[in-house]
């Protein structure tokens, strides 16, 4: 019963150093999120794709690209880190985009950038 | 600027006591309406949605809607010290001109059951 699966759960980078951080779930879900968590700033949503083939910007896109690889896998990649990404990264999926979806967590990936 | 508002707490209440958590929303269009509840270290677990203006209860929880003051709340009964967490409230609320909904989150409420 995995659910939702990150992997790393824990990294360590130095700036400028890029990196994927991996996604995938099997709950036959439709949508896939990426969302950092920062003290004092809730969840925000970096990017999101509604369903296989699609992707789009959320509230907080800069310095990250996504891939929606398959129906299962949706990768978040940081090309060049910076110590401001430094966060915890959540992965979620839902059914789809519909106002009634409710969305379930990977257990996240902590992040630091020296 | 579609927000989601929540105390930020600590909101503390003895063991056995009820919890009140209290949510505000911006989007008034807004339909659906999630709590998710995140221990320390952990990941956010939805505990409870609910869509229809009214009460809505499972087990010790109860989700509270009231569309046209823009107010949603989840009550604890019989609180217990593995209640303590930091409870976030997300609302659904539509992309203008995309057609679609977008998970807003409030920053959370931090609970603290005392034995």
């Known amino acids: 019963n995995a659910g939702v699966t990150q992997t790393p759960k824990f990294q360590v980078l130095k700036t400028g150093q890029s990196m994927t951080l991996q996604c995938a779930q099997d709950m036959n879900h439709n949508s896939m999120y990426w969302y950092r968590q920062d003290p004092g700033m809730g969840l925000r949503l970096i990017y999101y794709s509604a369903s296989e083939g699609t992707t789009d910007k959320g509230e907080v896109p800069n310095g990250y690209n996504v891939s929606r690889l398959n129906k299962r896998e949706f990768s978040l990649r940081l090309e060049s880190a910076a110590p401001s990404q430094t966060s915890v990264y959540f992965c979620?999926?839902?059914?789809?985009?519909?106002?009634?979806?409710?969305?379930?967590f990977g257990d996240g990936t902590r992040l630091s950038i020296l | 600027q579609k927000e989601v508002e929540q105390n930020s707490g600590p909101l503390s209440v003895p063991e056995g006591a009820i919890a009140s958590l209290n949510c505000t929303y911006s989007d008034r269009g807004s339909q659906s309406f999630f709590w998710y509840r995140q221990y320390s270290g952990k990941s956010p677990e939805l505990i409870m949605f609910?869509?229809?203006?009214g009460d809505k209860e499972d087990g010790r929880f109860t989700a509270q809607l009231n569309k046209a003051s823009q107010y949603v709340s989840l009550l604890i009964r019989d609180s217990q010290p593995s209640d303590s967490a930091t409870y976030l409230c997300?609302?659904?609320?539509?992309?203008?001109?995309?057609?679609?909904?977008?998970?807003?989150f409030g920053k959370g409420t931090k609970l603290s059951v005392i034995p």
């Open positions: 979620a999926s839902s059914r789809g985009l519909g106002d009634d979806q409710p969305q379930h």
């Open positions: 997300a609302v659904n609320m539509r992309v203008a001109g995309a057609g679609s909904y977008q998970l807003t």
């Open positions: 609910i869509y229809s203006n």
